[in-house]
Nanobody
Framework: QVQVLESGGGLVQAGGSLRLSCAAS????????MGWYRQAPGKQRELVAR???????NYADSVKGRFTISRDTAKNAVYLQMNRLKPEDTAVYYC?????????????WGQGTQVTVSS
């Protein structure tokens, strides 16, 4: 059994910062990619940032230069530092982890954390 739990969302004014955290727990053999996605009301879920097991990263164009993804392999954790937030960053942010357990690899999702940026 695996759990993926996010924390750190909230309400912030435009220009402010938030840091999201996500940790995977349970019977885990290894974790490959980890990432953050977001879904705004009425829109499809979209990639925000991903980081692989070699710490290579990729970002959505809309967040480049403002957001930074990092991971702590020992803690099975991934973080998203969000700076210079804009109202259009308002969304539910979901953590995603590519986890291998019992010889099978699949993607696991967290329950989501709300980020609201006021203008």
């Amino acid at each position: 059994q695996v759990q993926v739990l996010e924390s750190g969302g909230g309400l912030v004014q435009a220009g402010g910062s938030l840091r999201l955290s996500c940790a995977a727990s349970g019977s885990i053999s290894s974790i490959n990619d980890m990432g953050w996605y977001r879904q705004a009301p009425g829109k499809q879920r979209e990639l925000v940032a991903r980081i692989d097991s070699g710490d290579s990263t990729n970002y959505a164009d809309s967040v480049k230069g403002r957001f930074t993804i990092s991971r702590d392999t020992a803690k099975n954790a991934v973080y998203l530092q969000m700076n210079r937030l804009k109202p259009e960053d308002t969304a539910v942010y979901y953590c995603n982890a590519g986890i291998r357990r019992l010889g099978i690899s699949r993607a696991y999702w967290g329950q989501g954390t709300q980020v609201t940026v006021s203008s």
